[in-house]
């Protein structure tokens, strides 16, 4: 398949989610659509952007669909495990794990970096959620007890 075509597709399927997920957020009572909404349109946008830009392309060059297979297939485990796993350990936990987690099965080798890059994503993570939007997340395992 070539990179445009691709590309397109990719673009085509994110704006098809993006709008599903804003009509379906702004269903939603009182202003808890509002966040889904606008994320949903952005996608939506987004998505519309990168199939525009391939069809402006010239050149059409073949692309396999991944660059690297088992790593495309590490990914797509560890995205089912933190879904899986968000109800049992909590939002911030699994979160932690995922950050930390996922670079190391794809091969990066730098703890300190790592750690640092984690207690950042989930501070800003809570301060979106906890202190800005003031949602509810899922409970944290180590709250349960």
Do not use: N
């Amino acid at each position: 398949m070539t990179e445009q075509r691709q590309d397109i597709l990719l673009g085509v399927v994110f704006a098809v989610i993006g709008v599903a997920a804003a009509i379906k957020a702004a269903a939603y009572s009182g202003a808890s659509g509002g966040y889904p909404m606008v994320l949903g349109v952005i996608l939506a946008g987004l998505g519309g952007l990168v199939s525009l830009k391939a069809l402006k392309r010239k050149r059409l060059d073949e692309r396999p669909l991944t660059q690297h297979t088992p790593r495309m297939l590490l990914t797509l485990v560890c995205a089912a495990l933190y879904l899986a796993l968000v109800p049992a350990l909590g939002f911030y936990t699994t979160s932690a794990l995922l950050v930390i987690a996922l670079p190391v099965v794809l091969g990066f080798r730098q703890p300190i970096y790592l750690g640092l890059v984690t207690v950042v994503f989930i501070g800003i993570v809570w301060s979106v959620f906890s202190l800005l939007l003031e949602k509810p997340l899922p409970t944290e395992i180590w709250k349960r007890f």
